[in-house]
Every structure is written in C-alpha cells, then in structure tokens.
C-alpha cells in the first residue's frame, strides 16, 4: 500500500495517526503498519524521532538535512501536550531569542526527547491547576501546517514564565520577550493568577504589570486587587538569589537591582 497521499498530509505524524488511515483504507494489521514504516524508512522518506513518532522528508531532500517543524515535533511528542513557556513566547512570536531546548505541559510522565539540535521537554502541569480540572485553563489552539496545535495564550505565558523562570532564561530574556507583547487581557491573567495559588507568582506579576502600565494602559485601580493576593512578608523575586536586591513594598517583592535597572545579566 502506497503512503503518499497519507505522507503529503502530515509533516510529522503518529503511529496511531497511520492506523487510523491505514483503517480507513481497509488495511489495519500490525504487520502492514510495520512493513510500511520499515520500506518508507529505507527509502529516506521518514525519518523516527522517538519511539511511535516520525517526521516526514519532502521530496528532494535528504533525511539528515530536511528541515523538521520543531513545535509540531512539540505537539506530537505526547497525547494533549501543550507548547508553553519560552516556548509559547517563539510560537507566538513574541521571544527575543530563539532556543533549541522546547518545553510543554503535559499530565503525564515523560522522558526528555533529543532529535538533532533540539532537546523536547516535558514539564508537570501545576498541582492546583490539575486539582480543579483546570488544566486546559488559557490553552488556545492554532493551525500549523493543516495540524490543530494547543499553546498556552499569551496571558497564561506571562504568568508562567513568571512563575517558572528558570523554564525561560535569563530576566533579560523575560523582560524583552514580554515588553514585545501589546496587549493582555488583565482579567484572564488575574484569574489565572488566583488558580495557580501561589502568592509570590502574584507579586511578581503585579511588579511586571505596574513596571509596564503605561506601555499596556493598565490603571493603578486595575492592579489593585492582585495586591490582596502577595505573600504577608517579603519574599525574593529569585529564590535561589537570597541577598541584595531593594524591597518593593507595594508587592512585599526583593528585586535585584539588576531587574530594577534592567542592567541585563543572567541573574538566575
């Protein structure tokens, strides 16, 4: 049976996308599946990116030198993986830099997965999300080479890169990435805020917001009720940098001097 009608669809594909077709075209064995992606293997015509996962090679190229779509590789990597962090930042085009290490959420355990430059990691979707079903809270979906993806929006971004910087880089890289943004819907932040329940998240959000008001048109009454939600006592901005730094007291938030002057480093 010949895959060029199914291979001219799909960039990267599954092996249970190849079922499902082979199904259709009433030819679901195993073996089939198996004589199929070993012919189509030693033709150069796809190329194994971990077990169950396979990127297609156009016509013309080469297998070790085909350009391979790394967030569709991302999407594919697990069932419902979702592009996030510094990852959602590049697909949405807002990330100052470009990586070759890519992160998503998932539900599941998963191993890292290497494939050429790129390094796919998973990362556990947050407990208190998973604890009210919100796990596909702000996720959108975009079409990307005629294949739904799921990305975290850029609300739910700016928040988890707050969150989780180490997941990002350096607060240069932070800073840029999301000074590049123009607009965010303040409600959905807020209320992505309060389900992620965790009061420092809340501060250093509020600190970004209140540093970029102007830029974002965003009004001190606006900030006014993520304040409820800050840690009682100070805390640091960077958790593994417990010193120096000056106190924001509007957010109880220990910045370094370094953020606070945007005199860029990797302050991690």
């Not at 080469?62 to 996030?84: F, G």
């Not at 975290?152 to 350096?170: C, F, I």
């Not at 304040?227 to 730094?245: A, D, T």
């Amino acid at each position: 049976m010949k895959l060029r009608e199914f291979l001219s669809q799909h960039d990267v594909f599954t092996v249970g996308e190849l079922d499902l077709f082979l199904s259709e075209k009433g030819s679901g064995k195993p073996s089939t599946r198996k004589a199929i992606l070993t012919y189509y293997r030693k033709q150069g015509r796809i190329i194994p990116v971990r077990r169950g996962l396979y990127a297609v090679v156009p016509f013309g190229s080469l297998p070790d030198s085909s350009p391979v779509d790394p967030y569709l590789l991302t999407a594919k990597i697990t069932k419902n993986a979702v592009l996030a962090y510094h990852t959602a930042l590049e697909f949405h085009g807002k990330a100052y830099s470009v990586y070759t290490r890519l992160h998503y959420l998932t539900t599941r355990r998963a191993l890292p997965v290497r494939f050429r430059s790129y390094e796919i990691r998973g990362v556990p979707v947050p407990r208190s999300l998973r604890a009210k079903g919100k796990e596909m809270f702000s996720v959108v979906r975009h079409k990307r080479s005629g294949v739904k993806l799921r990305v975290t929006s850029l609300e739910r971004t700016l928040v988890d890169v707050l969150d989780r910087p180490e997941l990002t880089g350096s607060w240069e890289e932070i800073w840029r990435s999301l000074e590049s943004v123009e607009f965010f819907d303040i409600d959905q932040v807020f209320e992505y805020v309060l389900l992620l329940e965790n009061a420092t998240t809340a501060a250093k959000v509020g600190f970004f917001l209140e540093q970029h008001k102007e830029t974002l048109m965003i009004d001190d009454v606006h900030l006014k009720p993520l304040r409820k939600f800050c840690p009682q006592r100070p805390h640091y901005l960077i958790s593994k940098k417990r010193r120096g730094g000056r106190l924001v007291k509007k957010w109880n938030l220990i910045v370094p001097d370094e953020i606070l002057n945007q005199s860029w480093g990797e302050v991690l």
